[in-house]
């Protein structure tokens, strides 16, 4: 069972960390944009993925983990399949808001999107203030370094 949390009642989930799974896609990244260019893109490469998908990745691993389909280390164990246990009654509304975040949306974008498709706002702001968002964020490893090289 090692690298796996027991659920009760449930199968054995994984554990990975963000930062290492991070590593991976920057390097897939790096690989693919060098092998176009015909030469190694270096750090700049990595860092361009930082800029423009970092967010993303780290928005769809946290979903996942509330979901309860993986355990991230570096996530709030607390928030860990909040979904199994939660808004079982309005999961149609859930699945919606869900895939709003994954794709980048912040919770003004989702509010107006729900005024707009005339969701239930009570309903929609009960979800967004029980997932928190905006609580939920991780830096970067390179954030962290530029902070301690600033000090």
Same mark, same amino acid.
């Given at each position: 069972?090692?690298?796996?949390?027991?659920?009760?009642?449930?199968?054995?989930?994984? #554990?990975?960390?963000? !930062?290492?799974?991070? +590593?991976?896609?920057?390097?897939? !990244?790096?690989?693919?944009?060098?092998?176009?260019?015909?030469? $190694?893109?270096?750090?700049?490469?990595?860092?361009?993925?930082?800029?423009?998908?970092?967010?993303?990745?780290?928005?769809?691993?946290?979903?996942? !983990?509330? #979901?309860?389909?993986?355990?991230? +280390?570096?996530?709030?164990?607390?928030?860990?399949?909040?979904?199994?246990?939660?808004? #079982?009654?309005?999961?149609?509304?859930? $699945?919606? +808001?869900?895939? /709003?975040?994954?794709?980048?949306?912040?919770?003004?974008?989702?509010?107006?999107?729900?005024?707009?498709?005339?969701?239930?706002?009570? /309903?929609?702001?009960?979800?967004?203030?029980?997932? $928190?968002?905006?609580?939920?964020?991780?830096?970067?490893?390179?954030?962290?370094?530029?902070?301690?090289? /600033?000090?």
């Amino acid at each position: 069972m090692n690298g796996c949390l027991p659920l009760p009642n449930a199968t054995p989930v994984m #554990q990975k960390s963000v !930062h290492r799974e991070c +590593i991976e896609e920057e390097n897939k !990244h790096k690989w693919i944009e060098s092998e176009k260019a015909g030469y $190694d893109l270096g750090e700049a490469s990595v860092r361009r993925w930082v800029h423009e998908h970092w967010t993303g990745y780290l928005r769809a691993r946290w979903v996942e !983990h509330l #979901q309860g389909k993986c355990f991230w +280390i570096e996530l709030d164990q607390g928030d860990f399949g909040l979904l199994l246990r939660e808004f #079982q009654n309005k999961k149609e509304l859930l $699945d919606l +808001i869900l895939n /709003q975040l994954k794709a980048g949306k912040e919770n003004l974008d989702i509010l107006d999107w729900a005024v707009a498709n005339k969701y239930p706002t009570e /309903q929609v702001n009960e979800i967004l203030a029980a997932l $928190d968002v905006n609580s939920r964020r991780l830096a970067h490893r390179f954030d962290t370094l530029s902070r301690e090289h /600033q000090r």
